[in-house]
């Protein structure tokens, strides 16, 4: 079963705060894993990346990937008011033909100035 | 300037009719993707295409044809027999199956 779950929201943090976002996914043996930012109206744009266990930092942004938990995160650090979005999380599906990535429906970030 | 482009930005359709909706991309990618996406909802695989002159069906094909003649352009056709074409239409792009996927600004297209 493809799946990705994430909480849709809102998730509501005060400004300068760390935003968590969580992501689950069902198939153990997926490979790739991307957070993109949809503003409203727009289109995803991607945030960060990562394929292997443990954290990847770019700026206020940290990925966690946990594997074995079937877990990826986003962690948003000094969160700004600019950072209220929604948040897609994106798994690559392994064995699944040429199936394409598997998006989850979104969180809903609302930073409050 | 590399990147996706979509045409048009907005489109009205009577119902009954066909529209069809552009999308290039300029960044040699192999595969590209339409999805479609609903207020407040995820988005939702329409048609992909990992190859020139091939293409397949994703989760909501019905009502909606695409064809691939050149790597560059995707086109989508939002068929009569979808019943419910309002929605935001995004195209993406990548190098393949496990890449990172670029998306276009996306059409909105409303049914009068």
């Known amino acids: 079963q493809k799946e990705v779950e994430q909480n849709s929201g809102p998730l509501s943090v005060p400004e300068g705060a760390i935003a968590s976002l969580n992501c689950t996914y069902s198939?153990?043996?997926?490979?790739?894993f991307f957070w993109y930012r949809q503003y409203s109206g727009k289109s995803p744009e991607l945030i960060m990346s990562?394929?292997?266990?443990g954290d990847k930092e770019d700026g206020r942004f940290t990925a966690q990937l946990n594997k074995a938990s079937q877990y990826v995160s986003l962690l948003i650090r000094d969160s700004q008011p600019s950072d209220s979005a929604t948040y897609l999380c994106?798994?690559?599906?392994?064995?699944?033909?040429?199936?394409?990535?598997?998006f989850g429906k979104g969180t809903r970030l609302s930073v409050i100035a | 300037d590399g990147g996706i482009t979509q045409s048009p930005k907005y489109l009205f359709r009577k119902e009954g009719q066909n529209v069809t909706l552009s999308c290039e991309q300029n960044?040699?990618?192999?595969?590209m993707y339409w999805y479609r996406q609903d207020p407040g909802q995820g988005l939702r695989l329409i048609y992909y295409s990992q190859i020139v002159n091939d293409f397949q069906k994703g989760d909501i094909a019905e009502g909606y044809s695409v064809s691939r003649e050149k790597k560059e352009s995707f086109p989508l056709t939002v068929t009569s027999a979808q019943k419910n074409p309002t929605a935001f239409y995004l195209c993406?792009?990548?190098?393949?199956?496990?890449?990172?996927?670029?998306f276009g600004p996306g059409t909105r297209l409303t049914v009068l």
């Open positions: 990562i394929y292997s266990n």
């Open positions: 198939d153990r043996g997926s490979q790739s």
């Open positions: 960044l040699n990618h192999d595969a």
């Open positions: 993406a792009s990548n190098r393949g199956r496990a890449d990172t996927q670029y």
């Open positions: 994106a798994v690559n599906v392994r064995n699944s033909g040429n199936t394409p990535l598997v």
